[in-house]
């Protein structure tokens, strides 16, 4: 069995002070032994030639959740790209923290797959922005976080980092791609690859407090790739609406392609929904729990033709909140036509935990979808 990964005595990281705590954790260890002891099917291996020529698929993995690891070993030959989620920074002077996962680095590099590792700022189950405003304002901050990225990269063996930061504060978008730029050239230089993931939006908007402090157009020159996250349109605490309506989906591939060239572009894709009581916030539904109430409340799903999404709606039919209105992501069949229509690089996969937050939440790997199978949930990775 291989032993989780501890970084080397003498890590600058250490020397700082500020040397990564490096959990074992029992779902952890039950993981690493199933990874470390099953064989990979020749076929898996032999067609990874032939995806080459397919959009790029990239998906996030969850070490804790078992569903990761049945997608990865079963349909791992549908994904180019496995980006862990295992590493946050967890506080204002930049200090990454996480765990290190040797053996899934093994096994998406014998798949013949990359393995890129998301920093992000999602501190006790909200995305801080005090985190990444010291970050990207302060320097002794982002020079520990880019020690750390950096020290990761190389003592672990991942192909590239994916910046996930949010709840950035708009006046700090200078500071932000400065940050980007100071980590894309230290990323550069060893020969990997650096992605950002950046709010939907269909025109530039600096003065919002979401999305305002992502330039694209200079985030798309920094960066090998952007990974749009469409979804999201309506969330928790907005009106009930689609999770990401098709003609939004558009009009933001549209802009993005516009700012960073569809070459650059990675459309993220979201499998979850909401859940909106009559009074009250939404809450983050996985696609299996959005089935399991609609069917304990007998409530028909339904396509919406406008928003080319499903939705169920409990209560009178005439009632557009009644106890709940919960709507759902495109099926991923809409993939092709988004793809075909504007050659993107490809498709993130991205879901929602039943953890009810606003905005995006940590991600889960996961092979079925809500128009497939009714055991669906959570992120689907589907073939072209």
Known sequence: M?????????????????LPNI???????VIVAILTST????????????????????????DADQE????????????????????????????????????????????????????????????SRKVAHAVVTQPSSRRMAITQILHALDAYGYDGV??????????DRVSLSTFVGDVSDAVHARGKTVTIAV?????????????????????GRLCDAVIVMAYDQHWSTSAPGPVAALPWVE???RYAAGEVGRHKVLLGLAFYGYDWPQRGHGVGVSMREAMKRALRQ????????????????????????????????????????????????????????????????????????????HSCNRIGVIPY
């Open 39 to 62: 064989a990979i099917p020749a076929t898996v291996l032999a067609t990874y030639a032939d995806r080459r020529a397919s959009p790029l698929v990239v998906a996030y993995h969850i």
């Open 199 to 219: 709010p939907a939006t269909t025109h530039d908007v600096p003065e919002n407090s979401w999305a305002g402090a992502f330039d694209l157009a200079t985030l």
């Open 298 to 373: 007998k409530a028909q799903v339904r396509w919406d033709q406008d928003a080319r999404v499903p939705r169920a709606q409990t209560g009178p039919s005439d009632t557009i909140r009644s106890s709940g209105d919960c709507r759902l992501a495109p099926r991923p069949g809409t993939r092709r036509r988004l793809g075909r229509g504007q050659r993107l690089r490809g498709f993130p996969t991205r879901g929602r935990s039943s953890v009810p937050v606003t905005r995006s939440t940590t991600t889960r790997l996961t092979t079925a979808s809500f128009s497939h199978s």
């Open 68 to 127: 990761s690891l049945t997608t990865l070993l079963t349909h791992g030959d549908q994904i180019h790209w496995v980006i862990t989620t295992n590493f946050a920074i967890v506080d204002s002077s930049g200090r990454l923290d996480g765990v290190h996962n040797p053996a899934l680095v093994e096994v998406v590099h014998r798949l013949g797959s990359e393995v890129h590792f998301r920093v992000a700022n999602f501190v006790r189950r909200d995305w």
């Open 2 to 18: 291989c032993a989780v990964g501890r970084l080397g005595a003498q890590s600058p990281i250490e020397e700082e002070g500020f």
């Open 162 to 171: 994916n910046l996930d930061l949010e709840n950035v504060p708009p006046e």
């Open 23 to 29: 959990v074992r954790r029992g779902a952890l260890w």
């Open 251 to 253: 009009d933001v591939i």
